[in-house]
């Protein structure tokens, strides 16, 4: 098992930026690739940004490139999420996940590349 833990989230004004952290237990956090995705209300949960377990390669939905980056510390065992230029439309809950460095790079954008999930960190971005 693996437990996932955000915490950075707020309420922030259009323009500004937050940084979202994911603390992980349980197992070696560098066996994980490890993604960032986020639900708004009433919509669908979806892909932000994922990172490869040796931070290596990253990938980011188009709505987020160029205004976020992923992170991680293998030695802190967390992963971070600096969000800058932020939007109204970035408002969500945001969700870290976890999944197995076994699977392709190429699948990382698809929750189900993911075995655990965090509980979620609210945003809010204002306009």
């Known amino acids: 098992q693996v437990q996932l833990v955000e915490s950075g989230g707020g309420l922030v004004q259009a323009g500004g930026s937050l940084r979202l952290s994911c603390a992980a237990s349980?197992?070696?956090?560098?066996?994980?690739?490890m993604g960032w995705f986020r639900q708004a209300p009433g919509k669908e949960r979806e892909f932000a940004a994922a990172?490869?377990?040796?931070?290596?390669?990253?990938h980011y939905a188009d709505s987020v490139k160029g205004r976020f980056t992923i992170s991680r510390d293998n030695t802190k065992n967390t992963l971070y999420l600096q969000m800058n230029s932020l939007k109204p439309e970035d408002t969500a809950v945001y969700y870290c996940?976890?999944?197995?460095?076994?699977?392709?790079?190429?699948?990382?954008?698809?929750?189900?590349?993911?075995?655990?999930w965090g509980q979620g960190t609210q945003v809010t971005v204002s306009s």
């Open positions: 996940a976890a999944g197995p460095n076994s699977y392709s790079h190429s699948i990382l954008r698809r929750s189900y590349a993911y075995t655990y």
């Open positions: 349980g197992r070696t956090f560098s066996n994980y690739n």
């Open positions: 990172i490869s377990w040796s931070g290596g390669i990253t």
